[in-house]
């Protein structure tokens, strides 16, 4: 899975605009730290119990996202549509020796969402 270093997620301005946090990169000579907080702005998708994050409307990229025990909304999220959402959470960049039991679909990792606000 070392792959995921050399992994470029751009999170695009594409209907989203005015905001300056918008790149997530896992370059190969930097690793995020497990759990490193992160805020970005994306296109959340929710269907079923899985919920991702794109960084356009039907792209085929995403990472995976998963609520906090803490998590906050500011409006609920709708189910089969994609929302420009505010995302603030910790990442977990999915590896070798490590095991997520559920509804992982993402190859490069997961945000654990601790706070979600719609775009403004």
């Known amino acids: 899975m070392n ?11 594409a209907g989203c605009s005015n905001y ?12 995020f730290e497990k759990y490193e907080v992160l805020k970005v702005r994306g296109y959340i998708h929710i269907e079923y119990d899985d919920m991702n994050l794109y960084h356009e409307k039907n792209a085929d990229e995403h990472i ?5 025990k803490n998590m906050t909304f500011d409006k609920p999220l709708r189910e089969g549509k994609y ?14 020796g490590y095991i ?12 654990v969402a601790t706070d979600i606000r719609r775009c403004k």
């Open 64 to 68: 995976d996202v998963a609520f906090d």
């Open 20 to 31: 300056s946090t918008n790149v997530i990169s896992l370059m190969a000579d930097k690793k």
């Open 3 to 13: 792959k995921l270093a050399l992994l470029i997620f751009v999170l695009t301005q």
């Open 83 to 96: 929302t420009c959402v505010d995302v603030t959470g910790r990442f977990r960049q999915y590896s070798e």
């Open 100 to 111: 997520y039991v559920g509804n992982a679909n993402s190859k490069h990792g997961i945000i």
